[in-house]
């Protein structure tokens, strides 16, 4: 029997996704949360086999969530479940530990496959990601600025463009907020913006954000 826990801010996607794996043979979700931060407690008490992490939520979210269990829960396996199907979101993932990268239109076979795979001690990521994250080492900065931005540097710039205040994000990822924003204007000089609108606006224009559930 292989364990999963759904990881997801909004409980009619759990729900769903319940739904189907709860008709797999073979499979059982064990457990719900609606945030990194409650993901990285349950691993911590009950170890499932497999999570199924959401990247952007409120808190400390999924990259940092993913990077936490992977520290305190290594024999856990994450596979990310995002809307986001271009780099530099598979990459920084994959990169962090993750065991498999899926998006929201995933079919539910897909799902069960990448599940089972990452459980065997396989990494799942589809064909077509997997070659985008190929084609991406060609792209230049121009085409896609967010490259040159570090996991940590992705991290901060989600949580911002979703309007939380450095205060906030000091406190979620349990650094000062002196730190915070040393890497918030890191990214400016990096980005060529002089605030937090100006990096809304240009991860709007290349497709860093999304108008559906992240």
């Known amino acids: ?34 945030t990194g931060e409650e993901a990285v407690q349950f691993c911590r008490k009950n170890e499932p086999d497999v999570v199924l992490m959401d990247m952007n ?6 990259l940092e969530a993913t990077k936490k269990i992977i520290r305190y829960a290594p024999d856990v396996k994450v596979i990310v479940l995002t809307v986001h199907t271009e780099d530099p979101f598979p ?47 060609f792209k230049s900065v121009e085409e896609n600025p967010f490259n040159v931005l570090s996991e ?7 949580m911002i463009t979703r309007g939380e205040k450095v205060p906030h994000i000091s406190e ?3 650094l000062s907020s002196k730190t915070i924003n040393s890497y918030r204007y890191r990214m400016f ?8 609108v100006e990096l809304t606006h240009l991860a709007i224009r290349h497709g860093m954000l999304k108008t559906e559930k992240l």
Do not use: C, F, W
């Not at 759904?6 to 009619?12: F, G, I, R, S, T």
């Not at 239109?105 to 001690?121: C, K, Y």
């Not at 000089?189 to 937090?196: G, H, I, Q």
């Open 152 to 158: 940590r540097e992705l991290q901060i710039m989600l």
């Open 57 to 62: 939520m409120p808190g400390i979210g999924g």
């Open 91 to 137: 990459t920084k993932v994959m990169q962090i530990g993750a065991a498999g990268y899926l998006t929201k239109g995933t079919g539910p076979d897909e799902m069960v496959n990448a599940i089972r795979a990452v459980n065997s001690g396989q990494r799942y990521i589809p064909a077509e990601i997997a070659q985008q994250m190929a084609l991406s080492q």
């Open 1 to 34: 029997m292989i364990n999963v826990l759904l990881v997801d801010d909004h409980e009619l996607v759990r729900t769903g996704i319940r739904k189907i794996l709860d008709e797999v043979k073979g499979l059982k979700v064990i457990g719900e949360t609606k």
């Open 172 to 174: 979620q990822l349990a």
């Open 189 to 196: 000089e990096k980005l060529n913006v002089s605030n937090d």
